[in-house]
């Protein structure tokens, strides 16, 4: 028997954060505050029973490794015994802080469980999802955000059941450019001294953010954030530096990018200087099954 | 002993051409016309004498199977014994028609060259690369323009030896906008209806276009060449007649893209609407050592 689930997630951008380590990767993660992007990633899942399990992983028509899918997979899977393929599609460059794995995941897990049958609760989808990130090191506080939808604010870290988040749905036109070279997640989160600078500022942004959630706001605290850390380059700042002029942009965490807002067209005559654009708009419903 | 090449190779985009089959891959090609990029793939090759053979190519940081690649490392290392890492990073998409597949042999062959000192002549890089392309199915005729930079016309397909290209210096400023998904050339040339349609369309430009060879007459005959083959969807279609009003746009091939020229702008306001947007010139140096 073939059997079918389709699902999709929204990109997320994280625009400060905090990182919160634990042992247990469902505690793990980080506070923080973001937006979720209506680009993101649409999977689907295709299982037919067989003797011998396999996971065939594919996106954008290319098979691939995609160790965080792979593993999603496997464990919403379990112990059945199926050939499973994952079609995933999406317009969202890789490493560039638009949390492209993190909806990989996440739009994988509801995919198959659709495919499936299997009714896992939505909270123990996404809480497979955000460990399985954790554990592979790509991301810390993507997942449950983009299960939600709309302009976050996490105050606390982990998978659903330890999770506090708040969300607040929000309209924007959105730039998203990309201005340098892809900044794998795992190798600045494996940097010691990267990490003490981001949890030196991250978290007073939160508090502070806390106080007056709005996307003006989010963006004021997100450029402070980047250049405060130096985790922006000069180039980056250049380009947030440069957009006050037209709007407000700020970097996206982790990626050589920002996501900008204003008018559309001189912010675009600004960032084709730099690199890539992309437009896109505020995902106010979270991933969800198809 | 370590040692290390490195080599840059444009991205190129046909506008319009018609396949030649030969059993002879360094025979096989197209004939036709297209621009290079100034945007293109850069590559380090390190090579560490070994015991054993190795290759692995890495992809903006990310290890790939990189097949072309892959196979032209091969066939430039020949017998000797290395460990080889091919680094090769790019700004450009896949499978969108700017022929990185062709940039990413081209630039490998230099590079692997030029690490092991070997000084295998320019030409036969070049064939290689072709060969190596025409065999995986991945292009036809974008690595001989490649390593010419300017504007071509492609009057006799095929490796060096046999091609026959006429070059021309232009300056333009360019778009390049995704607003489909990727358009993989194997699919493409796989199909025996697909093929038969260029080629009733594509000689006629060919020959057209000798007789005028601007980057104007290039623009509207690539236009005239996506629609009578149908190769372009309705929304690169639309795409191409909007852009009209602020300049002159064609569809890269083969990829959901159009590559334009015009009033940036304007053009960048209207593409925003489609996909993703970079800008870039055109590169009158061909491939290169660095």
Do not use: W
């Not at 309209?171 to 010691?192: C, F, N, Q, S, Y």
């Not at 180039?235 to 900008?260: H, K, P, Q, Y």
């Amino acid at each position: 028997m073939v059997s079918e689930g389709e699902a999709f997630c929204p990109g997320h951008v994280t625009v400060f954060f905090e990182v919160h380590d634990d042992p247990d990767p469902r505690k793990k993660g980080s506070r923080g505050a973001g937006l979720c992007l209506d680009l993101g990633v649409h999977t689907v899942a295709r299982v037919r029973d067989e003797a011998r399990s396999s996971i065939d992983v594919i996106v954008n028509g290319r098979r691939q490794k995609a160790e965080v899918t792979q593993r999603v997979a496997q464990r919403v899977l379990g112990d059945r015994s199926c050939e499973v393929k994952i079609l995933s599609e999406t317009n969202l460059p890789v490493s560039q802080g638009f949390g492209v794995s993190a909806a990989a995941a996440l739009s994988t897990a509801l995919a198959l469980d659709d495919a499936l049958g299997s009714q896992v609760p939505r909270d123990e989808l996404v809480a497979i999802a955000h460990e399985t990130e954790v554990e592979c090191g790509t991301g810390l506080g993507d997942v449950v955000p983009a299960s939600l939808g709309g302009m976050d604010l996490r105050l606390k870290p982990g998978a659903p059941a330890h999770a506090e988040v708040r969300t607040f749905p929000v309209e924007a036109d959105l730039l998203l450019a990309v201005i340098g070279p892809e900044m794998p997640t795992k190798t600045v989160l494996r940097d010691p001294k990267k990490v003490a600078a981001i949890n030196r500022i991250g978290g007073a942004l939160v508090d502070e953010f806390s106080r007056d959630p709005t996307m003006e706001r989010l963006f004021e605290l997100g450029a402070r954030f980047a250049e405060g850390t130096g985790l922006a380059d000069r180039r980056v700042l250049e380009v947030i530096r440069a957009s006050r002029m037209f709007g407000r942009a700020t970097m996206a965490m982790l990626g050589n990018s920002v996501v900008a807002t204003g008018n559309r067209e001189q912010l675009a005559t600004l960032y084709l200087k730099f690199g890539t654009l992309q437009r896109c708009g505020v995902d106010n419903e979270g991933a969800r099954v198809l």
